[in-house]
């Protein structure tokens, strides 16, 4: 009986492990109570705290937001956040940029984490200073201090002590081969940070995340919530072998193809932020056109809500994909 109950607490502590909820970034824990928005989140000038969430909520809907901007919680005597930065899960240090005139994001953080067997990636940004010992490769437990908040950017306008904050996303990771991408797309244009550019990691919505842990606990399954994003579009790509196959297999759906069929591309379904939730192998004869990207369908109430990241454009009654668009799915099929 003593080894059967060894055995189930083994169990336990393994499903803990692989369920294991995020952590929020700061002690900030206004987003888990009543009303608590406006206490959490620092909103742009003049607007309320949605600004300050994750998605179409800046410009009118037109420009994405890929974080959550967390408010801070205590000051030193010159009105500066001292407020520490946690770990948002157990990971390890996969970047760090240490010099904030190098990017808008500041002084920032990346950690890549393993959950429900995804790689993960979390940053942090606009740090006032990192934790001394970090470096790349160094593991982490989820809650311990990272970094300080800070204030800190490349921005013309500088971000005001009032609107103080940490900078906090949860991402995928779209490209092993995102540096030959950037030379081409970008020519002439400094890349300083190699693959932890912000443009090669796709942000979920880490406040919906973050909730669904809260409420769910070990219940609460990242794969199954990515699983069921809403759908922007779909395309078809003449693509067979690029990253984030390997990397993210579990959103792919090995089953599709019949007895004696070998897989000409994919069928990806897209959500609004450009995120590849589910990848179809499809034989030769579902391609009716000789193009490298084949728009299939665009879902039009979701475009209305989300159009910020302008994936996909309308001429006349036709759907077509974006410049934007086309420019993703190159980086994803690199």
Same mark, same amino acid.
């Given at each position: 009986?003593?080894?059967?109950?060894?055995?189930?607490?083994?169990? @336990?502590? +393994?499903?803990?492990?692989?369920?294991?909820? @995020?952590?929020?970034?700061? /002690?900030?824990?206004?987003?888990?109570?009543?009303?608590?928005?406006?206490?959490?989140?620092?909103?742009?000038?003049?607007?309320?705290?949605?600004? %300050?969430?994750? %998605?179409?909520?800046?410009? #009118?809907?037109?420009?994405?937001?890929?974080?959550? #901007?967390?408010?801070?919680?205590?000051?030193?005597?010159?009105?500066?956040?001292?407020?520490?930065?946690? /770990?948002?899960?157990?990971?390890?240090?996969?970047?760090?940029?240490?010099?904030?005139?190098?990017?808008?994001?500041?002084?920032?953080?990346?950690?890549?984490?393993?959950?429900?067997?995804?790689?993960?990636?979390?940053?942090?940004?606009?740090?006032?200073?990192?934790?001394?010992?970090?470096?790349? %490769?160094? !593991?982490?437990?989820?809650?311990?201090?990272?970094?300080?908040?800070?204030?800190?950017?490349?921005?013309?306008?500088?971000?005001?002590?009032?609107?103080?904050?940490?900078?906090?996303?949860?991402?995928?990771?779209?490209?092993?081969?995102?540096?030959?991408?950037?030379?081409?797309? @970008?020519?002439?244009?400094?890349?300083?940070?190699? &693959?932890? =550019?912000?443009?090669?990691?796709?942000?979920?919505? +880490?406040?919906?995340?973050?909730?669904?842990?809260?409420?769910?606990?070990?219940?609460?399954?990242?794969? =199954?919530?990515?699983?069921?994003?809403?759908?922007?579009?779909?395309?078809?790509?003449?693509?067979? #072998?690029?990253?984030?196959?390997?990397?993210?297999?579990?959103?792919?759906?090995?089953?599709?193809?019949?007895?004696?069929?070998?897989?000409?591309?994919?069928? $990806?379904? *897209?959500?609004?932020?450009?995120? !590849?939730?589910? *990848? $179809?192998?499809?034989?030769?004869?579902?391609?009716?056109?000789?193009?490298?990207?084949?728009? &299939?369908?665009? =879902?039009?109430?979701?475009?209305?809500?989300?159009?910020?990241?302008? *994936?996909?454009?309308?001429? %006349?009654?036709?759907?077509?994909?974006?410049? =934007?668009?086309?420019?993703?799915?190159? *980086?994803?099929?690199?």
């Amino acid at each position: 009986m003593k080894f059967k109950s060894c055995l189930g607490l083994l169990l @336990f502590l +393994a499903r803990a492990v692989a369920a294991q909820p @995020f952590q929020l970034p700061t /002690a900030n824990q206004a987003l888990f109570e009543p009303a608590g928005q406006d206490r959490y989140f620092v909103p742009t000038p003049g607007k309320t705290w949605l600004s %300050g969430a994750f %998605g179409c909520v800046r410009s #009118d809907g037109w420009q994405m937001h890929e974080g959550l #901007d967390v408010k801070c919680l205590q000051r030193d005597r010159a009105g500066e956040p001292v407020d520490p930065v946690l /770990a948002t899960a157990d990971g390890v240090v996969a970047y760090i940029n240490n010099r904030p005139a190098l990017s808008n994001y500041g002084r920032y953080i990346v950690l890549l984490h393993r959950i429900s067997g995804m790689e993960i990636y979390s940053l942090y940004a606009h740090l006032s200073e990192i934790q001394s010992g970090l470096r790349a %490769g160094r !593991p982490v437990r989820g809650g311990e201090q990272i970094a300080v908040m800070g204030r800190t950017s490349n921005t013309r306008e500088r971000i005001s002590k009032e609107r103080a904050h940490v900078h906090f996303e949860l991402n995928l990771f779209y490209s092993d081969h995102f540096n030959s991408w950037f030379k081409r797309h @970008f020519p002439g244009e400094r890349n300083d940070h190699g &693959l932890f =550019n912000g443009e090669n990691l796709v942000g979920i919505d +880490a406040r919906l995340i973050l909730l669904a842990g809260h409420e769910e606990g070990m219940r609460f399954d990242l794969l =199954n919530w990515i699983q069921h994003r809403t759908e922007l579009c779909r395309v078809l790509v003449r693509q067979t #072998d690029f990253p984030w196959l390997r990397r993210y297999p579990m959103l792919v759906k090995q089953s599709a193809l019949g007895r004696g069929e070998r897989a000409a591309g994919y069928e $990806i379904a *897209l959500d609004f932020n450009g995120l !590849p939730y589910e *990848l $179809i192998p499809r034989a030769a004869g579902s391609f009716k056109s000789a193009a490298k990207y084949q728009l &299939l369908s665009v =879902n039009e109430p979701e475009y209305t809500k989300n159009p910020c990241r302008r *994936l996909v454009t309308r001429q %006349g009654s036709r759907w077509e994909l974006a410049n =934007n668009g086309l420019s993703l799915l190159d *980086l994803l099929t690199n």
